[in-house]
């Protein structure tokens, strides 16, 4: 069966760069689906391009953990993996408790006035109902901390795992009841900051993301029943 996704031109964009967004809205989405192959040609053709911008958005998704490229067979959409998510979050939730523990140093008051803004961006953000919204301004959340560390080599490291996170981040906000918890943990984050308090702060981020886990493990799990 043909997918429906159709690419959706902008001006100001690179064509590889739009073709990368379309692509990865198709997997997000479910238009293209866990162990569906990505064959070049029939992409090229339905999206109007040719073969290398193509070719240059399945390497850029391989990245990202959304497409696996099996030897003598080629690019698939990947499946969500119990193993794929803890240990992609593993290693998050102990950068970003090392990123908060430093920012509750090093935060300045307008960066903390910048994170309340981010906060309260991702609230306005909910009204929408575009999952792919509300994970963008999760980023923006917590790229104020990670900014307010003043670490380059920690910024990287947590930069470079954002694409391969952005996935479980997808899974876990489209779930309605998460976004309360998410919206509170979000202030209690931003109160611990604000009041210098390591520990505490750290201990939230740490809960931030095992609920993150936990919910996309019992959507894994449920799949498989």
Known sequence: MEPKFQVSMDE???????????????????ELKPGERLMEI?????????????????????????VLMIPRKGAEV????????????????????????????KMTAQQIEELKAAAKEFEVTLKSKDVTKYAEADVKFHDVIY???DNQRLIQLLNNLREQMYRFRVEYLKKDES???????HDQ???NIEKRNKEE??????????NQVESVLHTIRSKKE
């Open 189 to 191: 984050i931003i109160e």
């Open 78 to 105: 990947a499946e969500i993996t119990e193993k794929s998510l803890k240990d992609v979050l593993e290693v998050r939730r102990a950068l970003e408790e090392l990123a908060v523990e430093i920012a509750c140093e």
């Open 12 to 30: 100001y964009l690179p064509l590889r760069d739009v073709v990368f967004n379309t692509l990865r809205q198709a997997i997000l989405r479910g």
């Open 179 to 185: 976004h309360v918890k998410l919206l509170e943990e």
């Open 201 to 210: 702060a750290a201990k939230i981020v740490c809960r931030h993301i095992e």
């Open 42 to 66: 029939q992409l090229a053709n339905k999206l109007g391009v040719s073969r290398t911008p193509i070719r240059e958005a399945i390497r850029k998704l391989e990245l990202e953990g959304l």
């Open 147 to 149: 900014m307010a560390t």
